[in-house]
């Protein structure tokens, strides 16, 4: 009898990723034949080979889809297509039962792919509005899963469904010793984490490392400040950066008592469910399609989240906030107590099993 099989896809960013890592596991322990699809030099490539090393990892061309004036963007719709023809070598090699994708470029020839092999697809989508690459590929799924409930009112209300967030299990499991062990700190201060997201924070790294020794007076600090952006000239007591970490995640989490980051919907919400009293400076619309302040507010009307624009951070603005932050905490905590958590990785397993 033949196993039942399941390809996932997305890529580009940390986030469109980070579901399927919650995911995989799941069929995996149940006997499932699990593959990927992703980009060739996306960070997905690096976390999936990582993580799941017993995975099949197919990587396609993908082009960029830009919001912006670029040369590519004549360019890039036959990359489009070339993977187009790249996902469906491996549908027609895997003979996938269903395909989830979390979204990103690289889903979107996917998607098409999933049409054409008529391969049942759900999509999950993270933030409020959905994004380029998933308006695109909504066309082509036959099940549309949301993290926030106004996300409904921008998709096929058919074939839609709210789901609510989807947590990693093994951020549950971090322990909090080990954490500050980990990293060189101790527990007689407390400890603030600065996540710029995987591809880092220009910006977000500036301002806290131009008033570090400030900081040090009040916190211990982790300092996620992504590829490329490490100072190791920058030594101090207290102080620990990183480019990114995996493993160390959960332990570093489960360590930390104050939260400065982005606002991308998986990351917020997994601070949401571990109870951390959360800063978030989104990205600019200069710099996005403005989906993280959409995010960010949401958290912010909710009582979960205090939030501080990019254009106006400032040394000054920082400090302020982090000390609204620090006064704020426990009345941020017991809200978030009363949140409604999302469904459990078994129960989303069984929502695509469903789709065969």
């Not at 670029?70 to 187009?84: A, C, E, I, M, Y």
């Not at 690459?133 to 036959?142: E, Q, R």
């Not at 998986?266 to 200069?286: D, G, R, T, V």
């Amino acid at each position: 009898m033949k196993k039942q099989s399941i390809v996932f896809t997305g890529g580009g960013s940390a986030g469109h990723v980070s579901v399927n890592v919650a995911l995989m596991p799941a069929f995996i322990k149940a006997g499932w034949e699990v593959a990927y699809i992703g980009s060739k030099n996306g960070i997905e490539r690096e976390m999936i080979t990582e993580q799941f090393p017993n995975v099949p990892y197919y990587p396609i061309s993908s082009g960029k889809l830009r919001r912006y004036a670029s040369w590519q963007n004549v360019t890039d719709p036959f990359r489009v297509l070339k993977g187009v023809g790249d996902a469906l070598r491996v549908l027609r090699k895997r003979k996938p039962d269903v395909i989830f994708s979390k979204g990103g470029f690289v889903s979107v020839p996917v998607a098409l792919a999933a049409k054409v092999s008529k391969t049942p697809m759900a999509i999950h989508e993270s933030d409020v509005t959905p994004g380029l690459a998933n308006k695109l590929a909504m066309p082509f799924a036959n099940q549309i899963f949301t993290t926030f409930p106004e996300t409904l009112s921008y998709t096929p209300k058919e074939k839609s469904t709210f789901v609510g967030a989807v947590i990693r299990e093994e951020l549950f499991k971090g322990d909090a010793s080990h954490g500050r062990a980990l990293a060189g700190l101790h527990n007689g201060k407390p400890i603030l984490m600065m996540m710029g997201g995987s591809l880092g924070a220009k910006k977000l790294n500036e301002a806290l490392r131009s008033q570090i020794d400030r900081l040090l007076e009040h916190f211990q600090i982790i300092h996620l400040c992504g590829k490329g952006n490490m100072h190791p000239e920058l030594v101090k007591d207290g102080y620990k950066q990183y480019e990114f970490v995996t493993e160390e995640l959960p332990h570093f989490l489960a360590a930390t008592d104050f939260v400065i980051s982005r606002a991308g919907s998986n990351s917020i919400f997994e601070f949401l469910a571990l109870k951390k009293p959360m800063l978030l400076i989104p990205l600019s619309k200069q710099a996005s399609r403005g989906d993280q302040i959409l995010n960010a507010n949401s958290f912010a009307k909710l009582g979960y989240a205090i939030v501080l624009e990019e254009e106006n951070v400032t040394e000054a603005t920082l400090f302020n906030e982090l000390q609204a932050l620090v006064s704020q905490s426990n009345e941020m905590k017991e809200k978030m107590g009363h949140s409604t958590s999302g469904m459990t990785i078994e129960q989303m397993k069984k929502k695509i099993e469903e789709l065969i």
